[in-house]
């Protein structure tokens, strides 16, 4: 059983950035591909990124890409999410996920990932 805690969240102004930690346990975390998906008030959960168990490769929605950095540290058993350029629909609860490969079509459903964390909140003001 794999545990992911998110930190990081906050209140940023539009334009400015975030970096938010994953932190897992209780499982090899070198053997997951490891993920972050969103969900903004009144709206469903959707993908954000992927990476790799190795980080080698990695995959972003339209909406963050250019502007969002997924990165990972096996040794520490934490993924990283650097926002830049946040713009005030980038609020939302932000959620760790884990998966057992980085391959396949259907890496953007939620039902594709067996692992999650509890979320942290980032808000965008205008």
């Known amino acids: 059983q794999v545990q992911l805690v998110e930190s990081g969240g906050g209140l940023v102004q539009a334009g400015g950035s975030l970096r938010l930690s994953c932190a897992a346990s209780?499982?090899?975390?070198?053997?997951?591909?490891m993920g972050w998906f969103r969900q903004a008030p009144g709206k469903e959960r959707e993908f954000v990124t992927l990476?790799?168990?190795?980080?080698?490769?990695?995959t972003y929605a339209d909406s963050v890409r250019g502007r969002f950095t997924i990165s990972r540290d096996n040794a520490k058993n934490t993924v990283y999410l650097q926002m830049n350029s946040l713009k005030p629909e980038d609020t939302a609860v932000y959620y760790c996920?884990?998966?057992?490969?980085?391959?396949?079509?259907?890496?953007?459903?939620?039902?594709?990932?067996?692992?999650w964390g509890q979320g942290t909140q980032v808000t965008v003001s205008s």
């Open positions: 996920t884990a998966r057992g490969t980085y391959y396949g079509a259907n890496y953007a459903r939620e039902s594709e990932y067996a692992y």
């Open positions: 209780g499982g090899t975390f070198s053997t997951y591909a």
């Open positions: 990476i790799s168990r190795s980080g080698g490769s990695t």
